[in-house]
């Protein structure tokens, strides 16, 4: 029994030291001709008819924060040069999926099969679909537009929206030709900086 003890400390500390991770699904879009001056002043505006004011000025703050990170002036203006918007959203799916069930006995049918005394059964599950989209206007003309996707079984806005705003910074300015993929740890630098799991 002494013996299994260092190994069962060894899983333990294994598990604890596992950092979660989300997958980000990102698409840029930018207009050819323009350059985004890398000391541009860009003012981060609320939609002043937000359904919730507090939690949008939580974006803004890490917007800012990442812009600024970056050597750009996120200066707030409305009169400055550059202009960004961001609309966050969820939605949800649903997912079916398969899991063993032991023991008993079943005919075997369409959805049923025999497997070692047991048979596989199908089960469902709602996906939450975390997205956010970033635009950013020269005057009255969008020169940039990113969107961010990540998928979960719960829907921790809060939690998620770190992940969504650090991924589209990524590719700012830039085109992306086709979906990118991104899997970001809550370990990153970049996660905590925005004040997600400083603990």
């Known amino acids: 029994m002494r013996k299994l003890c260092p190994v ?15 997958r980000v699904y990102v698409n840029g879009y930018a207009k050819v001709a323009e350059q985004i001056p890398s000391n541009a002043r860009i003012y981060v505006a609320i939609d002043p008819d937000s359904s919730n004011p507090l939690f949008d000025n939580e974006i803004k703050v890490k917007l800012v924060k ?33 899991e063993f069930v032991s023991g008993g006995y079943s005919m075997v049918g369409r959805h049923r099969a025999f497997a070692a005394g047991g048979y596989y059964a199908p089960y469902y599950r709602t996906e939450w679909d975390l997205m956010m989209q970033l635009k950013l206007y020269k005057g009255e003309t969008v020169v940039w537009v990113g969107e961010t996707v990540t998928s979960k079984y719960y829907a ?14 990524e590719y700012f300015g830039k085109d992306t030709g086709s979906k990118q993929l991104l899997t970001i740890n809550e370990k990153d630098p970049r996660i905590i900086d925005v004040g997600a799991y400083a603990r």
């Open 156 to 169: 921790d806005k809060r939690k998620a929206v770190d992940y969504l705003v650090v991924a589209a910074l």
């Open 8 to 22: 069962l400390v060894g899983m333990v500390l294994a598990l604890s030291g596992c950092a979660e991770s989300y």
């Open 66 to 98: 990442l812009l600024a990170d970056r050597g750009y002036q996120p200066i707030d203006d409305p009169k400055n040069e550059y202009r960004m918007t961001f609309n966050f959203r969820i939605g949800s799916h649903v997912e079916e999926d398969v």
